[in-house]
Nanobody
Framework: QVQLVESGGGSVQPGGSLRLSCAAS????????IAWFRQTPGKEREFVAAFRGSGGNTAHYADSVKGRFTISRYNTQNKVDLQMNSLKPEDTAVYFC???????????????????WGQGTQVTVSS
């Protein structure tokens, strides 16, 4: 069982930066794949970034955020951060942290593969 709590959302102007943090409970944190998804009203949940568990050291990114967002994993602190730079108005959404085990590479971007979700944090990019 894993509980996830996001923090760090807020409002920022275009071109600005925000850092989201996902704090997880549980002693087997390192075995979980942790991902960030986002959702806006009326739209489907969208994959943002992920870091696979059990020793996987490769980060995965959506094309829309590649080069601007960086996901970092801190197993000793049971935490995953998402550094968001060069933010655009289209990045405005509720951002969710998700966790799951046994997620194969081809399913990393599929929200249905994750069994645990945080409550979400709002990110607003507007001038």
């Amino acid at each position: 069982q894993v509980q996830l709590v996001e923090s760090g959302g807020g409002s920022v102007q275009p071109g600005g930066s925000l850092r989201l943090s996902c704090a997880a409970s549980g002693r087997t944190f390192r075995s979980y794949t942790i991902a960030w998804f986002r959702q806006t009203p009326g739209k489907e949940r969208e994959f943002v970034a992920a870091f696979r568990g059990s020793g996987g050291n490769t980060a995965h990114y959506a094309d829309s955020v590649k080069g601007r967002f960086t996901i970092s994993r801190y197993n000793t602190q049971n935490k995953v951060d998402l550094q968001m730079n060069s933010l655009k108005p289209e990045d405005t959404a509720v951002y969710f942290c998700a966790a799951g085990t046994g997620i194969i590479l081809s399913s990393v971007r599929n929200g249905a593969a994750y069994g645990y979700w945080g409550q979400g944090t709002q990110v607003t990019v507007s001038s």
